[in-house]
């Protein structure tokens, strides 16, 4: 079996000058109490730094690839993908999962695959990084595989444009938001297809499609927010 | 007058590259407005990327500081130092008040002298310092400015110690808690001295001392909670 170094080098190009770091990162709790010989800490405390780590990284990106961007915009694209689903995803995704040293019990229960503890390793490894090669190191290796996810739309699916529409609308009173399909093709019943427009008080603001109402009115909404939204 | 970059110079020996980004962090919006021929933009995007650095400039400096430190008390520190009224705090230390670029409504309010503002204003300048010239430059003037107060007791103040010491007992049931002044010296009426010791079912867990009875209680809760967590 591969170590861990091996593994991140073939699939990162990351060589860890400072392997107990790197094995930290990778150990939960009960695993140390259950081999006592091996010493060390578990991934708890990068997880605190990882958390920083990611979410300044995460803010510098954002600042500089959207110029124009206010700052409601930046802390908005932030939360959704500095949040749990999404680090539990990318943390499986790095093939994580196979990396944790568990402990007995929580091996047993299926923690290896449970997000909450997928989160934390992903924070302990990125914290770890910036440790032992510092932000340049964790930046390069989110290029990898983080931040491409933002040009596949991936984040989109965190930020809930319906409600944010409604509450921009109605910051300043009641108003009618009406979502309607205004073109459906169900001929191919493989790849459906809808449009949807959202009127506000009778008038269309904006529409979308995609190949559910939902992901349609999503889209509908997001381009009425973002017509909306003060410039 | 001594322009911004000349008082920074002066006070912290930094030097802006990009003169822009300095102002930008002490110009605030209605300024812009008033005076459209400046150009270009108020300081909060440079906030919402100094908010992302302070908090892991702050969370670097703790977890290299206290290696002992477990996750709890990395985060309870980092909470009690990252902050509004820390920040506003420094803002003034560090005379951010006398630069910023105010609109004139915001000047014959107060806005200046504002806590909210000020804040702002801090997170802004370390943002900017950020993007001029990296993490190494904040945590220099952090080192300056920000960090001799971790010594000097200042963040202590931010923490409940109190109410964490009585979370942290009942955890598990109902407990008793009682502080008892156990010493008092009003011989010196300019000086007077308490000492203070928190009891947990009858037993002493912890005591402390100071000019009030407050502070004193607070320290002892503090000795108390310190002994009481898990290690």
Redesign the interface.
């Known amino acids: 079996m591969a170590s861990i170094q091996e593994s991140i080098k073939k699939d990162f190009g990351i060589e860890f000058s400072d392997q107990k770091l790197l094995l930290e990162a990778f150990t939960q709790g009960n695993y140390l109490n259950e081999h006592p010989e091996e010493g060390g800490r578990d991934y708890?405390?990068l997880?605190?730094?990882g958390?920083?780590?990611m979410?300044?990284i995460?803010?510098?990106y954002l600042?500089t690839r959207y110029p124009d961007?206010?700052?409601g915009q930046?802390?908005e694209m932030?939360i959704a993908m500095v949040q749990s689903k999404s680090f539990s995803h990318f943390a499986r995704l790095a093939h994580f999962d196979r990396y944790i040293r568990l402990g007995k019990g929580e091996e047993l229960s299926g923690a290896r695959n449970r997000d909450g503890l997928l989160e934390d390793i992903w924070e302990a490894f990125v914290g770890a990084l910036?440790?032992d090669q510092g932000?340049k190191a964790v930046f390069d290796f989110l290029n990898q595989i983080f931040f491409p996810a933002v040009d596949a739309g991936f984040f989109e699916e965190f930020i809930d444009y319906k409600s944010k529409l409604q509450e921009l609308l109605q910051r300043d009173g009641s108003v009618d938001i009406e979502y309607k399909v205004v073109k459906e093709d169900l001929s191919d019943a493989q790849k459906p297809h809808f449009e949807v427009a959202v009127f506000v008080d009778g008038q269309p603001l904006g529409s979308g499609s995609g190949r559910s109402i939902k992901i349609a009115e999503k889209k509908a909404a997001k381009v009425a927010y973002g017509d909306v939204l003060p410039k």
């Open positions: 708890q405390r997880e605190f730094l958390d920083s780590v979410q300044l995460v803010a510098d600042f961007w206010e700052e930046l802390t932030r910036y440790k932000a």
